[in-house]
């Protein structure tokens, strides 16, 4: 039993807390999609497309890598879900693209 406890198993003792859980190495709130146009091959060359935010369902738009990073950092940034209602349908642009 003593083991057991050491290792975090068992059952506790009356007011002894749970041990903190562990952050997911990948978190769910910074997944996204990617999605390529049909211009953009294996060289990545051009690279231009969309990429959304999965808990949000903000979408920014991109046409180089370094607008495709830009949008990413914003949409973590931003990180906020918005009322979908108040948004437009159109996907959001990138500034500088």
Same mark, same amino acid.
């Given at each position: 039993?003593? !083991?057991? +406890?050491?290792?975090? $198993?068992? =059952?506790?003792?009356?007011? #002894?807390?749970? =041990?903190?859980?562990?952050? %997911?190495?990948? =978190?769910?709130?910074?997944?996204?999609?990617?999605?390529?146009? &049909? #211009?953009?091959? %294996?060289?990545?060359? %051009?690279?231009?497309?969309?990429?959304?935010?999965?808990?949000?369902? +903000? &979408?920014? &738009? /991109?046409?180089?890598?370094?607008? /495709?990073?830009?949008?990413?950092?914003?949409?973590?940034?931003?990180?906020? =879900? $918005?009322?979908?209602? !108040? &948004?437009?349908?159109?996907?959001?642009?990138? %500034?500088?693209?």
């Amino acid at each position: 039993m003593k !083991d057991q +406890r050491a290792r975090g $198993q068992g =059952p506790r003792r009356p007011g #002894e807390s749970a =041990p903190p859980a562990e952050a %997911p190495e990948l =978190p769910t709130g910074k997944a996204f999609v990617l999605l390529l146009s &049909r #211009e953009t091959g %294996p060289a990545l060359d %051009p690279f231009t497309g969309r990429v959304e935010h999965l808990a949000t369902g +903000r &979408r920014l &738009r /991109f046409d180089s890598l370094a607008t /495709f990073q830009a949008a990413v950092i914003r949409l973590l940034a931003d990180g906020h =879900p $918005q009322d979908l209602a !108040d &948004r437009s349908p159109e996907d959001e642009g990138v %500034p500088g693209t």
